[in-house]
Structures are given as structure tokens and as C-alpha cells.
């Protein structure tokens, strides 16, 4: 299971947001750039689709596959009281003969994008001991199939916030509490909503982007 | 004013303390607490007078100092206006001198009368003013002070311009300009919601990202991740592992029959890697069954993690073109095998006593072949009838040579020499199959010896079983627990001609998975897919053939789709995937295959798996002039020989000879 917000933020602001992540944080920022492929079966297998996403990391020298199902959010009274959004994530490392082995399995391609960024992790004690990963991306589609050379982005001016956080049926709320006390860190930049929840730019997101570019002598580190 | 501000002032200035205290109130007695009032406020007063003068003195002082002290100071003179107020009524102003004019003006004098310094400032200032003009008339005095007064607020409003322009310049603007710039503009917040929803869409559902199947266009170059996950090359995106909407349906009956010309390596290459998981079944007897957990182990697969570049480097079918290429490969693999036969002999001599051979009480196959229509299917018949004589007479050898005991490397020595004329012949033969095999009477006839029964189905699986190790060496490198079977296995194989005939026999069944599988064999998906369709097969016929297969190969894809098929046919990969995919293939392999062999796999299971591993090796040679044979049309002149057909059909009734 995994808890997750999503907030979005002006492509102008990244940069004060990643000072502050990297002085939340500690400094170890990952560069994100994942080709996410979308399957979904077809209705040949079994009455409910199934969707699976594999994810081909590319930031690395040799491309790293894993594939991905995110199940449906938990529902309820209580659920929809909490302020982050609490699923069941299956996640595995594959090998790289997937793509052939889903279509073999009957599985189509639904949809693609590229995901280019970078991610922080923050390792929070309080409430719970929990790792909450930061990511900042773009979403870029892509024209073509598979032609990730050819990406545009979806949105030029916006990117994706998004914060996850493993979870545990008997210790999400804490988790969820872990998470939103972190994006009170993040209010001044960025606000932080459900996914499905729209939650706007924050008005002051300049104010507060010049505070810190300014005060934050700190490099940027490729 | 003066006369009543005399007693005012007694009851006014009460704070520097000349208390009269007259009250015969009790309650109110105790707040009347004059001393403590007077020290307070005598306190109070020696602070403020210590900030004024630090205020002049210090230099730097921050507004956080000052504001702090200002509250101190601010907190402890309301607390003493809080404590006189009760106070105050205790005390009256007695005005004495009151007449007659006095009197009705009386309380507004009281009520707006100055303290003393205050007054006396006041008269001071009045002085100043009406120093020059003390003698002029009043409405002079007062056109005078009137013009002044005009003076000092124009002066006063330019002051407060430069004040102003002085900010804006120097970015000192007042508390109320952020507030200004907080509210974004009503458009560009639209637009930016606008720009949310998309994203947020394309996040988390792929909402706009999506590509209609007549928009889609396939890249001139597949980026390098994406050619080497579907096995193209990067310049051929339309390969037919590219697989984009609904993957073409092939007939059930079709034999891995390529769906494009350029694919022809491929079914090459999946009937490769169904021989070898042929070879996993129980080749047998015991003495064989060492030969499934070595295969399994030894699998090279291109892309997978497991495949070990050591014992198999061998060219891969796609690269073996040429007949020359074919016997280069073929001798590779003789080479290996015989260092493998030493193990395996070693073994079989002590079990061949004990080993119980499968005996197929009633070979389906010369029912089969009863049954089969009289076109050119029965030519394959009879010159497998050829090669089979051929290996029966080279398996009869083998028995008297193992009997006897003679010397391995002796042994080896004929082998070799036997197995290079015997696949020189074999080629030939195969060669000739080519143009005269076709794919749907085999399949017939395959499908026929599936619904005989759990008897024709371990017949099968031997058949399978044998293929690899006949398909290199033609039997010569056979060991002697499998000539007991030769016959009847041999016919059985070369009648069936590949082992993936198997699983295409199950697509027929009527099995939805089963065609998908089909389909996506016949879309040559790779070494891989025979696997799934084994297994699937092995599945629904509810027989261990197919999961043996299927882990056997140490494919993790094997196992998963294994267990996802034959459990859940909905929704496989979520209940599976979390296991499957994280699994170590070789100890869910070794699980099993033990499980699904009835424990019938011994201890030298790795052993004599590295054999028939290699010696499935030796079925590309088998497997691509099938292939071919496959792909070329059915070119049959009808030549049935009844006879041999019934000379067939009565060695096939023989129970094998021991």
C-alpha cells in the first residue's frame, strides 16, 4: 500500500522547490526520466481489465524495468477524511523481455508517457518512521509509439508534485500524518491535494520561490 | 476654571499619591490599595523614562527589542488604569466656587479640564501664536492664524508625497501591497485550473495520452530500451512482435506459422525452445529424469538474467541460415553432449535394471495414422518410417554395446561417427520434408492422438522427451534406457515432427486461452510464448507435461503464466504477479518440478538435466528445417502407400522391445 498527494507547481517555481527540498531532504537528488508504459488487457482475459503499468528507467546507463499495478484507493468515511490518498501498489523489478511477455499474455498497449524530473526522499521519524519520496516531473506524451526521443510535454508550464509513501493497513494513518506534515513544509511553493483532487497554484508561490533563491546559495547539483 | 481646578487637580492626580483615603465601604476598601498603586505606577514611570533613554543613546536597536518593551510597558499601564477605575468613584470633585454663572458650565469645565502641564503648555503655545498679532483686532488675529494653518498643511501634504514617492522608489511599500499581489488574476487562475485538470488527468489515467489505432504511427527508430524488450531490431518497428490493438488471430490449427516473412527465424527459434522443454518430461524412466533439472538450469535465454554464456554458445537459429552454419552448430552441441554422456551413462547403466519403461500399452499412433486422410501426410509417414528403421537399428547397437561394457571414450568414439552420418542423413531427409509437410494434416493428426487419452499423452510427453535427444544425434548418443521406447517414441516423434505440435494440439480443444496462446505464437513473441503455451496446455489438459515445461525452462514467465493460467483465467497477473516475478526461479523450478513429477525426480536430477539440456541444443538443427518445412506449402502428390502404412501400423503395435 502506498500514500500519495499530488500538487502541482509552475515550471518557473522548480527550481526554488528543489532548494528547499534539498535542504529538507539532505541533498540526494535522483533524476527521474521513466518511459511509463500502460497495458491493460483485453476483453478476452477474464471479465474485469486489468491494468499494469511497466516503467523502463532510463537515467540510468543500462534501462532498469519494473512493473507496477495500483490497485483502487480505499474508500470509506475515514478515508475520505484523510488528506492524502491511501492505495495498494504492486511493484516488482523485471526483466526485459516484458513488454513481449504482456502482449503475449493479451495485454494491449493503453497509453505511454515520459516522465522527466528528479526525487528526493526524506526519512521522517515523526510519526512513524516512514521514507516519503518527493518527486517533481513533467509528463510528456509521446506522438509516436515508443518514440521517446519525440516527447512532448502535456502541460510546458506545470509540473507534478507528487509525495508517496509506503504504507501498511495497520500504520497508514500515521503514514498519511508523516505526509501531511511534510507538505506543510511545502505550503509556501506548492499545495497538496488527493490525486483526483484539483488544488490550484499557490498565489504567493513567487514570494516565497525569490526567498529562497535568493537566500539559498547553494549550487545546483547535476 | 481656575477655582474648581484646584479641587480637580486633587482628585485627578490621585496617581502621585495624595491619597485621603474616606470610605467606609469595606468591599471596596480592599482594592483601595493606594501604596501599591503609587509604587506601580512610580515604576512604570522610571521605565518609560529608561527607554526614552535608550532610545537617544543606543545606536542599534531592533524592532523586536523595542516592541517588546513597548508591550511590557503598554501591559503594565492597562493593568493600573484596571485597578483605579474602581477606585475613582471613591472620590468626588467638591467644587467651591460655584455661583451663580458657574454653575451651569460647570460639569463641562469639569469634564474637559487639563491636567496642569498640560495647561501650562497650552498657554505657552497660545502665547507664541498671538505674540505678533496680540494687539490687531480679532477677526485679524483670526485671518491670521487661519492663513498659517493653511501654510502648515500644504506643507504637510508635500511632505507626505515625498514620503510616498521616496517608498515606491525604494521598494518600501506599505503593508498593503502583497496583499495586492496575492489574489492571481481571475484569467490566468482559469488557466491555470485548466492545466491542472490535464495534467492531473494524464497522470494518474492517461486521459489525453491515449492514441487512437489510426493516428498511431510507428517511429523509424524504436528508442534502444524498447528494441531490445521486444527483441526487434531497433530499425524494424513493424516486426510482428510489435504488437499494438488486437494481435491477429491465427487459425488454431496453425503451427507457429509466421505472420511475416522476416519472422521466419522466430518460430525457428520458439520450436528451439518447445524441444527443450520437451525434454524436461521424465525421459523414460528415472535414469532420465536427472536430464530436466541440468536443461532447466541451462536454458539460455537471450535477455534473461539466467541465461549463462558458458555451456551454450551456440548460434542462435536466427543466425543459422546456411546448412554449413547448421552442421557448425550441430557439432558444437555433439561436442558437449558427449562430454554430458559420460554422467548420463554412468547413471543409466546402474538403473537400467530398475528402470520401468513407459509403455504405451495402445500406441496411438498407428490409430492415428489409421485415421488420417490419404494425401501427402503419409509421405512424411514414410520417410520417417525410414528414419526410424535407421534408428532402431542404431539403438539395438547401443544395447549390445552397453552390455558389454566397453569403454566410454570407444563408445563416444562410434557415437560421434554415427551421429555425424546420422545427421548428415537426417538433414537430408529433412530437407526433403520441406516441400511436402504441410500444417494442418499434421495437426489433424496430432489432434487425433490427443483425444486417445492419458495414454497418448505420456506418449507424447516421451515423444517430446525424446525429441531433443534424438533430434541431434539420431539416437546414437541415446542411452540405452531409452531404446526400450525408441520405437514406438521415435514414430511418435518424427510423426509429430516437433514438440511444439503438442501444444497446438491443445489449442484445439476448444480452449480460448489456447488460441490466444496460438495467436501469439503464430505472432512469434519469442522463445518464450511456446513456453506459455506449454504450459497452458499442460493446464487445461490437466496434465504435468505443461507445468514441468514450463518451470523446467527457468523462465520466471513460465511459472507465472503456469500458475496464472491453470488458476485463474480472469485476472491472472494480479494475484500471481507479486509471487511469480520476485521469485528464484531455479528454487520454484526445483519445487516444482519435484511436485509436479510425483517425487519421482532423483538426485541426479541436475546432472542428466545438463544432458538433455544440451542435447536439446541439438534440436535447432531439427527445428529449423521444420520450421521450414512448416512455412513452405503443403506440396503433397498423394503418395500412400497402403502397405507401408499397414507395415507401419503393425511395428508401432509391437510392445517395445526391453
Not at chain 2, 231 to 249: L, M, V, Y
Request: hydrophobic share 35%; charged share 10%; proline share 7%.
Amino acid at each position: 500500500m502506498e500514500c500519495v498527494v499530488q500538487g502541482i507547481l509552475e515550471a518557473k517555481h522548480v527550481d526554488a522547490l528543489e532548494v528547499l527540498l534539498q535542504g529538507l531532504c539532505g541533498g540526494l537528488r535522483e533524476t527521474i526520466k521513466v518511459h511509463e508504459i500502460c497495458l491493460k488487457t483485453g476483453p478476452n482475459l477474464g471479465a474485469v481489465a486489468s491494468e499494469v503499468h511497466l516503467c523502463c528507467s532510463l537515467s540510468q546507463p543500462e534501462p532498469v524495468w519494473s512493473v507496477r499495478h495500483v490497485g483502487g484507493a480505499m474508500r470509506g468515511a475515514g478515508a475520505e477524511q484523510l488528506p492524502a490518498l491511501v492505495r495498494p501498489v504492486l511493484e516488482a523489478g523485471i526483466s526485459n523481455n516484458s513488454l513481449r511477455f504482456m502482449h503475449a499474455l493479451g495485454y494491449k498497449l493503453d497509453y505511454e508517457m515520459l516522465r522527466t524530473g528528479f526525487s528526493f526522499q526524506m526519512h521522517k521519524t515523526v510519526p512513524i518512521a516512514v521514507t516519503i519520496t518527493i518527486a517533481v516531473t513533467a509528463i510528456h506524451r509521446l506522438p509516436k509509439t515508443h518514440s521517446v526521443d519525440e516527447a512532448q510535454p502535456v502541460t510546458p508550464n506545470l509540473h507534478m508534485v507528487q509525495l508517496t509513501a509506503p504504507a501498511s493497513p495497520d500504520n497508514y494513518s500515521d503514514v498519511v500524518g508523516a505526509i501531511s506534515g511534510l507538505a506543510e513544509y511545502l505550503a509556501p511553493l506548492v499545495h497538496l491535494s488527493k490525486p483526483g483532487v484539483p488544488a490550484g497554484v499557490v498565489p504567493t508561490a513567487s514570494t516565497a520561490a525569490a526567498a529562497l533563491i535568493s537566500r539559498g546559495g547553494i549550487t545546483k547539483v547535476l | 476654571m481656575a477655582a474648581p481646578g484646584g479641587q480637580v487637580q486633587a482628585a485627578v492626580a490621585v496617581p502621585p499619591g495624595q491619597a485621603a483615603p474616606r470610605t467606609d465601604m469595606a468591599p471596596v476598601l480592599q482594592q483601595l490599595n493606594l501604596a501599591s498603586l503609587r509604587t506601580r505606577t512610580q515604576d512604570l514611570h522610571n521605565a518609560i523614562s529608561r527607554i526614552l533613554h535608550s532610545f537617544h543613546t543606543l545606536p542599534a536597536l531592533k524592532w523586536s527589542e523595542v516592541l517588546g518593551q513597548f508591550a511590557m510597558v503598554n501591559v503594565e499601564l492597562l493593568n493600573l488604569v484596571e485597578d483605579i477605575k474602581p477606585i475613582l468613584k471613591m472620590f468626588v470633585v467638591y467644587p467651591k466656587n460655584v455661583n451663580a454663572e458657574n454653575a451651569t458650565i460647570l460639569p463641562i469645565m469639569l469634564s474637559s479640564k487639563l491636567l496642569p502641564e498640560m495647561e501650562a503648555e497650552e498657554t505657552i503655545l497660545k502665547d507664541k501664536m498671538l505674540a505678533g498679532i496680540a494687539n490687531l483686532p480679532v477677526h485679524m488675529q483670526s485671518e491670521k492664524i487661519q492663513r498659517q494653518i493653511e501654510l502648515v498643511r500644504s506643507v504637510c501634504d508635500g511632505a507626505e508625497k515625498v514620503l510616498g514617492e521616496a517608498r515606491k522608489v525604494y521598494g518600501l511599500s506599505s503593508r498593503q501591497g502583497p496583499v495586492a499581489l496575492a489574489t492571481l488574476d481571475k484569467q490566468q487562475a482559469a488557466r491555470i485550473g485548466e492545466q491542472e485538470k490535464l495534467l492531473r488527468a494524464a497522470s494518474n489515467s492517461g486521459d489525453g495520452l491515449r492514441i487512437s489505432p489510426d493516428q498511431q504511427q510507428a517511429p523509424l527508430m524504436l528508442p534502444p530500451h524498447v528494441s531490445s524488450a521486444l527483441g526487434t531490431s531497433a530499425t524494424d518497428p513493424a516486426g510482428a512482435s510489435f504488437q499494438r490493438g488486437s494481435s491477429s488471430a491465427l487459425p488454431p490449427s496453425g503451427l507457429l506459422r509466421p505472420a511475416a516473412p522476416q519472422q521466419q527465424t522466430n518460430p525457428a527459434q520458439i520450436l528451439q525452445r518447445s524441444n527443450i522443454g520437451v525434454s524436461m518430461q521424465p525421459l523414460g524412466g528415472a535414469g532420465s529424469l536427472p536430464g530436466v533439472a541440468a536443461a532447466a538450469t541451462t536454458i539460455p535465454y537471450v535477455n534473461s538474467p539466467r541465461s549463462v554464456a558458458g555451456n551454450f554458445n551456440v548460434p542462435s537459429p536466427q543466425q543459422i541460415n546456411t546448412p554449413s552454419q547448421v552442421q557448425q552448430a550441430a557439432l558444437l552441441r555433439q561436442q558437449k553432449i558427449q562430454q554430458l554422456q559420460k554422467q548420463q551413462q554412468q547413471v543409466l547403466q546402474a538403473q537400467q535394471q530398475n528402470q520401468q519403461l513407459r509403455r504405451p500399452g495402445t500406441p496411438p499412433i498407428p490409430q492415428a495414422q489409421a485415421t488420417l486422410q490419404p494425401q501427402g501426410h503419409q509421405v512424411n509417414i514414410l520417410q520417417l518410417q525410414q528414419q526410424q528403421a535407421k534408428l532402431q537399428q542404431q539403438n539395438q547397437l547401443q544395447q549390445l554395446q552397453q552390455q558389454q561394457q566397453l569403454h566410454q571414450q570407444q563408445q563416444q568414439q562410434q557415437y560421434q561417427q554415427a551421429q555425424q552420418l546420422q545427421q548428415q542423413n537426417l538433414q537430408q531427409q529433412q530437407q526433403s520434408l520441406h516441400n511436402q509437410l504441410q500444417n494442418t494434416q499434421l495437426h489433424a493428426a496430432q489432434q487425433n492422438v490427443l483425444a486417445q487419452g492419458s495414454q497418448g499423452r505420456n506418449q507424447l510427453n516421451q515423444l517430446g522427451n525424446m525429441n531433443p535427444l534424438y533430434g541431434n544425434n539420431q539416437s546414437s548418443l541415446l542411452p540405452p534406457t531409452m531404446s526400450g521406447q525408441s520405437q514406438t517414441l521415435l514414430q511418435q516423434r518424427y510423426l509429430q515432427g516437433n514438440a511444439s505440435h503438442l501444444y497446438n494440439m491443445g489449442n484445439t480443444t476448444g480452449n480460448n486461452m489456447g488460441n490466444t496462446m496460438s495467436n501469439s505464437m503464430g505472432n512469434n513473441m519469442g522463445n518464450t510464448m511456446s513456453n506459455t503455451m506449454g504450459n497452458a496446455m499442460g493446464n487445461t489438459m490437466g496434465n504435468t507435461l505443461g507445468n514441468t515445461m514450463g518451470n523446467t525452462l527457468g523462465n520466471t514467465m513460465g511459472n507465472t503464466i503456469g500458475n496464472a493460467l491453470g488458476n485463474n483465467m480472469g485476472n491472472p497477473l494480479v494475484s500471481n504477479m507479486g509471487n511469480s516475478l520476485g521469485n528464484n526461479v531455479t528454487n520454484a523450478m526445483g519445487n516444482s518440478l519435484g511436485n509436479n513429477m510425483g517425487g519421482t525426480l532423483g538426485n541426479p536430477l541436475v546432472g542428466n538435466m545438463g544432458m538433455a539440456g544440451s542435447a536439446a541444443q541439438g534440436t535447432s538443427t531439427l527445428a529449423l528445417p521444420l520450421q521450414q518445412q512448416l512455412a513452405g506449402p503443403g506440396n503433397y502428390s498423394g503418395l500412400i502407400n497402403a502397405n507401408q502404412l499397414n507395415a507401419f501400423a503393425q511395428q508401432r503395435q509391437q510392445p517395445p522391445p526391453q
